[in-house]
């Protein structure tokens, strides 16, 4: 489903990613774990397409085609989805307003009829009893006033009702408390399919107690120096990032 | 982001949609200004003495005054001799009894701009009291509105047929000695519109006119009255366009809105006169004094506007809050792309007891635009009670725009409470981000974004002005973001 190689990219002159290798099939989840300044968020902001970062080498195929080329609207219409690690506001644009003109531009592309509100409307309420997601939150402006939490929920709550085919999850455990961690969890593995592909970009090993991945990768200084299942993920738990630079040294 | 910069530019850079000029033969007047014109003037309109009286004291005003300058615009100096203070479509010679004998020509232009001037109106349930140049043309639904005793009219009409309301209201709430553009419309005035809704009479349905510049060079300069009787309530909307122009074209205006006890005025207006061109070339000259007055006890004015258009507006519809808990509201959304310059707000004077203001202003500057408010909340000493509330929020497309805001505070009262909250803030490229990244197009997140950002406004318009209003908005920011 998604195919990275030899991927490097710049911040301004300064490279941040300098060689990415990663190969994601459908139906499984990827932890992509490491220190802050890593390159693990630039990683998440290439494929989405962010246009801070300068793509100076490599391909990275999504379904086949050439990611890179694409806008990052045809990214994801094409079914990529990014949840972010920062959420952000939408002063006057209610949550409602949003998706729907966010699920109707990826259904125009899929040359599926576009929902009108009250279709919209039936389709949301089941994903919110789903993910235990209040009703007010959907008419309130986007993610604005929002506690972390709920923010953070709220990306999974459109994830859910735009069902993409990759899912790139940015921190999403950052700032969450245990319940909330274990509520975006519960909305997160029930999205778990055959069919869809998912990319946890995460700084602890906690969240991989909750969403359990089939494979780890531990990204260090703009590569990924490692690669396991998901036990390598609770040898860095004990062993933490610190051995990293003997590990890179050792290479 | 240099792709969301070229499209904010692609939006920009769209044509004037409703630039064409109507080619129907003019009755004028010669250009210039003196006694003599505004004589003749009067004449051709068959006025009572007291009018003529009237222009005159505000011309021998006017040539004492000097223009403005404290504005935050630049233009060139205007040559007032230069203008045609008169300009009548010769059609009207003789008035037509309905529809069918108005011009077929000016049927046609209305018909470009989507008025609905006939079975549309009754469609639309809105009445309307149409303005070509400096005559009104069409007037309908009088009659359904003459059997609640609501005048509406043509302001010439009133003049001729409701003399003694004209003659206690105008000037009463902008005095001919008011300020420079106001003084020079006192003189001059063409034509405008005139309403009167009598004691407990509701509106029942808005009343609209639709002003359009056409004449070259002739300066149109409106007068709107607009009086509501103790307990009664109208919702007027003006809207208006003009065809693309080469040469500016000064537009002052006068608009005087009086409210007795328990009266309540929405004035809502979506200004969409031709801006110039890319360059700033051409495009209207908007000097308008617009002021209500709540002179009754629990009395309300509303003001909300959408302002897109004119090379330069100047322009602060304001509330006199005479009334015991009399209630003076501005709701405004001010676009400048391009080259458009636009200084407007509001000014809200407290004088009776328990008096409520909130002014709500929305500034979008994209392009070269520069963008000023400027507002004045006065708290007079009898004003025991007064509250205001002030938002000022500037929006920015693009790095070459400006937004500049001018509150003025004067409280005399110490029981007043003024809250004014100001906000700046720059269309972003994390917004854009996020709305791409879940699949909405750029133009569609710009757009978006700009209407939320509007919305406290919008939703202060009637219904189907606000979807014309979000329609405009939209058509005068494209190409601003890229």
New interface residues.
């Given amino acids: 489903m998604l195919s990275i190689r030899n991927l490097h990219a710049n911040v301004g002159d300064k490279e941040i990613l300098k060689g990415i290798d990663l190969e994601v099939k459908a139906g499984q989840v990827h932890a992509v774990m490491g220190p802050n300044g890593s390159g693990k968020s630039t990683l998440a902001g290439v494929l989405a397409g962010r246009e801070l970062f300068e793509v100076t080498a490599g391909e990275v195929l999504f379904e086949g085609k050439n990611l890179l080329e694409m806008k990052p609207e045809e990214r994801a219409r094409l079914g990529l989805f990014m949840a972010f690690q920062y959420p952000v506001e939408i002063p006057g644009v209610s949550n409602m307003y949003f998706l729907r003109a966010a699920l109707n531009a990826i259904r125009k592309e899929r040359g599926e009829e576009e929902l009108d509100a009250v279709d919209f409307m039936q389709l949301v309420q089941e994903k919110t009893r789903v993910l235990e997601v209040g009703e007010n939150l959907l008419s309130r402006p986007v993610n604005v006033g929002f506690s972390g939490g709920e923010k953070k929920r709220n990306e999974i709550f459109q994830m859910a009702v735009l069902e993409p085919r990759l899912a790139i999850l940015d921190e999403t455990d950052s700032g969450l408390d245990i319940d909330a961690l274990k509520a975006v969890a519960a909305g997160v593995n029930a999205m778990r399919s055959p069919e869809r592909a998912m990319v946890l970009v995460t700084h602890y090993q906690r969240l991989l107690n909750y969403i359990v991945p089939d494979f780890v990768h531990v990204m260090y200084d703009g590569r990924i120096i490692r690669s396991g299942g998901k036990e390598l993920a609770l040898e860095l738990e004990e062993t933490g990032y610190a051995g990293l630079e003997e590990t890179v040294a050792a290479q | 982001?240099?792709?969301a910069a070229n499209q904010i530019e692609a939006l920009a850079n769209q044509e004037y949609k409703y630039g064409f000029v109507t080619e129907i033969e003019t009755d004028s007047l010669p250009a210039g200004l003196n006694e003599d014109i505004i004589a003749r003037l009067s004449a051709k309109k068959k006025e009572p003495e007291f009018m003529l009286e009237w222009r005159l004291k505000a011309y021998r005003q006017w040539v004492t005054m000097t223009e403005p300058s404290w504005a935050n615009v630049n233009y060139p100096p205007i040559d007032y001799q230069n203008i045609v203070y008169y300009s009548a479509p010769r059609s009207l010679k003789n008035r037509p009894k309905s529809l069918d004998e108005v011009d077929p020509e000016l049927v046609r232009t209305y018909e470009k701009l989507g008025i609905p001037l006939r079975e549309q109106e009754l469609l639309a349930g809105v009445a309307v009291d149409a303005v070509f140049d400096s005559v009104s043309v069409a007037t309908t639904f009088k009659e359904k509105l003459a059997q609640l005793g609501i005048i509406f009219c043509s302001f010439s009409e009133a003049v001729q047929h409701h003399p003694d309301l004209v003659k206690k209201y105008l000037g009463s709430v902008v005095p001919y000695t008011d300020n420079f553009f106001a003084t020079l419309n006192s003189a001059v005035f063409s034509d405008g519109s005139f309403c009167y809704v009598p004691k407990g009479v509701r509106c029942p349905m808005e009343l609209s006119t639709y002003f359009r510049i056409n004449a070259q060079n002739t300066g149109q300069f409106e007068r709107t009255l607009i009086i509501a009787d103790e307990g009664a309530s109208v919702s007027y909307l003006e809207g208006c366009t003009a065809p693309m122009r080469d040469s500016n074209q000064l537009h002052a205006a006068v608009v005087e809105l009086v409210a007795l006890d328990d009266a309540r005025i929405k004035y809502s207006t979506v200004q969409n006169w031709y801006p110039g061109d890319k360059e700033g070339k051409g495009g209207i000259y908007n000097f308008v004094t617009k002021r209500g007055k709540c002179l009754g006890r629990n009395s309300r004015i509303s003001w909300t506007q959408l302002e897109t258009g004119s090379a330069i507006t100047w322009k602060y519809p304001s509330c006199l809050l005479i009334g015991e808990n009399s209630v003076g509201e501005f709701y405004s959304v001010a676009v400048t792309n391009n080259y458009q310059q636009a200084d407007t707000g509001t000014k809200m004077i407290h004088i009776g007891k328990n008096t409520r203001s909130t002014i709500v202003s929305k500034g979008i500057s994209a392009g070269h635009g520069q963008n000023s408010y400027r507002g004045m909340v006065k708290i007079q000493k009898s004003a025991d009670g007064a509250r205001n509330y002030s938002q000022c929020d500037s929006l920015l497309i693009g790095d070459q725009c400006g937004a500049h805001t001018f509150p003025y505070l004067e409280v005399n009262n110490s029981t007043a409470q003024v809250e004014h909250e100001a906000t700046t803030s720059k269309i972003?490229?994390?917004?854009i981000?996020?709305?791409?990244?879940?699949?909405?197009?750029?133009e569609?997140a710009v757009s978006?974004?700009v209407?939320?950002?509007?919305?406290?406004v919008f939703r202060e318009l009637p219904m189907e002005f606000a979807v014309e209003a979000q329609k405009l908005l939209n058509v005068s920011l494209e190409g601003s973001v890229g």
Avoid: H, L, P, W
Wanted: hydrophobic share 25%; proline share 0%; net charge negative.
């Fill in positions: 982001m240099a792709t972003g490229e994390d917004q981000f996020y709305c791409r990244q879940r699949g909405i197009s750029n569609d978006m974004i209407n939320g950002f509007c919305k406290e």
